[in-house]
């Protein structure tokens, strides 16, 4: 069936240290991928998108890279600070987003 | 300019009632889409609307049903509800579609069914 995976549910870093998340996606030909960011109470908040025929972008501390090969997309996020705590998810379009279950990071001092 | 705005933020029901909820995008953006999001689930789409037509659609049952108006504001229905249709229920506006364009989500209506 359809469906965006993230490898680890939980991810725990100590506040300035680099944080990677990461998603496996299901359908190869998906053009599009977007990083979203879900803080408590909120709508997921857009952090950064990436098209098909990328490899990489980079946002403000923020990089997206695309592993088409192995249908893998990771999200790393330099410096993080305490406001980063939320649940990230990737999702994928194809004829529509399919978004993954999600993954928490928590940032500790 | 204003984000988007859901109506209500929170509400309960009992099984076998029927809930509408509301969602206004945010200016100048004519694509409204709902999604499910529950701890079991995720989140999950639920249809799209473009111009008041409705343009895709997830795999709900019917007892799930939208509409969109001129004036780009949208409405979700549920009918005959369930325990397990309590969830967060969130809409995205954009210019033109889920297609390949950036999404901006609501805060969403927590719907709890008892």
């Known amino acids: 069936g359809e469906s965006v995976g993230l490898h680890l549910p939980t991810l725990s870093v100590q506040e300035g240290d680099n944080s990677i998340i990461n998603c496996a996606y299901s359908?190869?030909?998906?053009?599009?991928f977007i990083w979203y960011k879900q803080e408590s109470g909120k709508g997921p908040q857009f952090i950064i998108d990436?098209?098909?025929?990328?490899d990489k972008r980079q946002g403000q501390r923020v990089t997206v890279l695309l592993n088409k090969t192995v249908k893998h997309l990771s999200l790393q996020i330099a410096a993080t600070q305490p406001g980063d705590s939320a649940v990230y998810f990737c999702a994928e379009n194809f004829y529509k987003l399919i978004f993954g279950t999600g993954t928490r990071l928590q940032v500790f001092p | 300019k204003a984000g988007v705005t859901q109506t209500p933020r929170y509400l309960i029901k009992t099984r076998g009632q029927q809930v509408t909820l509301s969602c206004s995008p945010i200016?100048?953006?004519?694509?409204v889409s709902w999604y499910q999001q529950t701890p079991g689930q995720g989140l999950q789409f639920l249809f799209e609307?473009?111009?008041?037509?409705?343009?895709n659609k997830g795999n709900f049952p019917g007892r799930f049903s939208g509409r969109q108006f001129s004036n780009s504001r949208s409405e979700m229905n549920v009918s005959t509800l369930e325990l397990g249709d309590s969830a967060l229920y969130l809409c995205?506006?954009?210019?033109?579609?889920?297609?390949?364009?950036?999404?901006?989500f609501g805060p969403g209506t927590r719907l709890t069914v008892t």
């Open positions: 990436i098209r098909s025929n990328m």
């Open positions: 609307y473009f111009s008041e037509t409705q343009r």
């Open positions: 995205a506006s954009s210019r033109t579609g889920t297609n390949s364009y950036e999404q901006y």
């Open positions: 200016s100048g953006h004519r694509s």
């Open positions: 359908n190869s030909a998906s053009d599009y």
